[in-house]
């Protein structure tokens, strides 16, 4: 059963970034290389503008199941964003031992 | 050669002559016995706040609050009266932590009726009095209301809960002052799309106040969060304030502001372009009023490059506004002389499209990468300041505020010993 709508089928395959916390975004990316991070960020950058002109069909507080999972899946491509186009790394330069939780967040 | 005007006495420090321009001792930061003194002298007698109203959205809305800085656990409730109280969080039968969940030194926060004690189930109303006792006839005239629960002295101020353990504390609004009360009318309530953060810092919790008072770091430290060529150039400019204010015990920072939007979008990251959000927040200012004019004291110099103002609830809040629209508050709290626990709330209106959501969260996860490099520095600075190998510093004159926190924390300690010793 794919998770996105037909029209974000080329994302399917990175459907293990679709997930709906912070904290699973931010763990996933740290326990990510570098290669797979390059090519979920090269994949689903370009379809960005798209993912959002898509959800936007929706009202936020009433996304269907599959908008929701993309407006997720674009969630991540935020988060790994810094790792791709600044850092060249997964975890943030220079932050050492230092760990920030979010502990409080609006889940979409 | 200065980009902006300073006072007529050259520098912001000797506008405030009582700062003095001498090295500071950051002995204050390392010594336990100065850190059981700022206990008493400052957390034990200083207005505090304890978090927002929105936590509290109806009668019997309750949230705890664990505060060894102070050495209690504090129970915040709205009453049927529609009244925020705070209470010390223990049992008036035998001492037990009346609410909790299943780790009693964690958080909780919930709606109920009344409070009910796991252990012999008293029950106490959301007003504190205790209306329940197990088996009364079995105690010996027992006086009821001589056993509501302990209350803590709680005002709030613009939707900000504060607690005060000094019964002979003056009142908030008084205590905050013109400068801090200058802000009132900002739509704060507005703001209900709340992002909270919690690190625990290896250092002493001035040090991080420290780290952000100043932004004389921020072409450095965070070199590399902006493009090459922007970094450069930001790195050869320096960094210097727009106005700096202070009211003793309270100060602000005021900043012109970067990049929202940025004059070239080459400046910033692919994902900003699209999102039209960064740092700073995001750049589309929301629809709501009260944010054009601002409150008279934010942005007091009235600068048209103007971008943030920070301001340091003293002791251990600090409150900004960023010129988008948007605000966020930082905590510091002490656990240990060279350990506290941070916290930062970003508080955004709440998102209409897929857009806006993603150019919040966008802001949000920035906000983090920058944290998580500022917390890193001091946890490193803790470490060398504690050899005492050096124990005085040269603060300039953008370090302005870090100079008035470490003279005030140090004042009032001596205040408190030098009452001490005269009893
Ligand atoms: S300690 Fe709370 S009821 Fe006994
Ligand atoms: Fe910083």
């Known amino acids: 059963?794919?998770?996105?709508?037909?029209?974000?089928?080329?994302?399917?395959?990175?459907?293990?970034?679709?997930?709906?916390t912070e904290p699973q975004r931010y763990a996933k990316r740290l326990a990510s290389a570098m290669p797979q991070m390059q090519?979920?960020?090269?994949?689903?950058?370009?379809?960005?503008?798209?993912?959002?002109?898509?959800?936007?069909?929706?009202?936020?507080?009433?996304?269907?199941?599959?908008?929701?999972?993309?407006?997720?899946?674009?969630?991540?491509?935020?988060?790994?964003?810094?790792p791709v186009e600044v850092w060249k790394q997964a975890r943030v330069p220079d932050s050492g031992a230092a760990m920030v939780h979010l502990i409080r967040e609006p889940v979409v | 050669m200065s980009h902006f005007t300073k006072p007529a006495a050259g520098s912001w420090t000797e506008h405030y002559p009582e700062l003095g321009t001498e090295p500071v001792d950051y002995t204050d930061?390392?010594?336990?016995?100065?850190?059981?003194?700022?206990?008493?002298?400052?957390?034990?007698?200083?207005?505090?706040?304890?978090?927002?109203?929105?936590?509290?959205?109806?009668?019997?809305?309750?949230?705890?609050?664990?505060?060894?800085?102070?050495?209690?656990?504090?129970?915040?409730?709205?009453?049927?009266?529609?009244?925020?109280?705070?209470?010390?969080?223990?049992?008036?039968?035998?001492?037990?932590?009346?609410?909790?969940?299943?780790?009693?030194n964690e958080e909780t926060s919930g709606t109920c009726r009344q409070f009910t004690c796991k252990y012999h189930a008293w029950r106490y109303s959301l007003e504190g009095e205790v209306n329940f006792v197990q088996q009364e006839k079995e105690f010996f005239d027992l006086d009821k209301q001589l056993y509501g629960l302990k209350s803590v002295r709680c005002e709030v101020w613009?939707?900000?809960?504060?607690?005060?353990?000094?019964?002979?504390?003056?009142?908030?609004?008084?205590?905050?002052?013109?400068?801090?009360?200058?802000?009132?009318?900002?739509?704060?309530?507005?703001?209900?799309?709340?992002?909270s953060y919690r690190a625990e810092i290896g250092s002493n919790w001035k040090l991080f106040i420290d780290a952000f008072a100043e932004f004389y770091h921020a072409p450095i430290l965070h070199m590399k969060q902006a493009v090459k060529d922007e970094a450069d150039k930001l790195a050869g400019v320096g960094y210097e304030a727009l106005h700096y204010q202070l009211q003793s015990p309270h100060s602000m920072i005021s900043s012109w502001g970067g990049m929202a939007p940025p004059k070239d979008l080459n400046m910033v990251k692919p994902i900003e372009?699209?999102?039209?959000?960064?740092?700073?927040?995001?750049?589309?200012?929301?629809?709501?009023?009260?944010?054009?004019?601002?409150?008279?004291?934010?942005?007091?110099?009235?600068?048209?490059?103007?971008?943030?103002?920070?301001?340091?609830?003293?002791?251990?809040?600090?409150?900004?506004?960023?010129?988008?629209?948007?605000?966020?508050?930082?905590?510091?709290?002490?656990?240990?002389?060279?350990?506290?626990?941070?916290?930062?709330?970003?508080?955004?209106?709440?998102?209409?499209?897929?857009?806006?959501?993603?150019?919040?969260?966008?802001?949000?996860?920035?906000?983090?990468?920058?944290?998580?490099?500022?917390?890193?520095?001091?946890?490193?600075?803790?470490?060398?300041?504690?050899?005492?190998?050096?124990?005085?510093?040269?603060l300039n004159d953008q370090e302005i505020l870090l100079r008035h926190l470490h003279k005030v924390a140090k004042d009032k300690v001596k205040e408190y010993r030098d009452a001490a010793a005269a009893r």
């Open chain 1, 1 to 20: 059963m794919p998770l996105l709508p037909a029209e974000f089928a080329d994302l399917e395959r990175f459907a293990d970034w679709v997930l709906p």
């Open chain 1, 39 to 82: 090519e979920f960020y090269d994949t689903a950058f370009p379809r960005l503008e798209d993912a959002i002109a898509y959800c936007d069909k929706f009202p936020l507080t009433d996304l269907p199941e599959d908008a929701r999972a993309l407006l997720h899946l674009m969630q991540s491509l935020v988060n790994v964003s810094f």
């Open chain 2, 29 to 104: 930061s390392i010594d336990p016995g100065f850190y059981e003194d700022e206990r008493n002298a400052i957390f034990k007698k200083t207005w505090l706040n304890i978090g927002r109203v929105e936590r509290l959205p109806r009668a019997g809305s309750y949230f705890t609050r664990e505060l060894p800085a102070i050495g209690t656990s504090l129970i915040i409730a709205k009453g049927t009266d529609g009244v925020v109280r705070a209470f010390h969080n223990i049992c008036r039968h035998r001492g037990n932590k009346l609410v909790w969940d299943d780790f009693p």
């Open chain 2, 158 to 195: 613009e939707g900000f809960i504060f607690v005060n353990l000094d019964e002979d504390a003056p009142p908030l609004a008084e205590y905050l002052g013109p400068l801090v009360t200058g802000v009132e009318g900002y739509p704060f309530h507005e703001f209900t799309e709340v992002y």
């Open chain 2, 273 to 394: 372009r699209v999102l039209r959000s960064g740092l700073f927040g995001p750049w589309d200012r929301p629809d709501i009023a009260g944010l054009d004019p601002l409150p008279a004291g934010i942005n007091p110099s009235r600068h048209r490059a103007w971008g943030v103002d920070e301001f340091e609830i003293f002791p251990n809040m600090s409150l900004l506004f960023w010129a988008p629209g948007w605000y966020l508050t930082y905590h510091y709290w002490p656990t240990a002389v060279d350990k506290h626990v941070f916290e930062a709330n970003l508080y955004f209106v709440p998102p209409k499209t897929a857009r806006d959501r993603l150019g919040q969260e966008l802001a949000a996860v920035t906000f983090k990468e920058y944290a998580l490099q500022d917390a890193n520095t001091l946890e490193a600075t803790q470490t060398m300041l504690a050899t005492r190998i050096v124990s005085e510093f040269p």
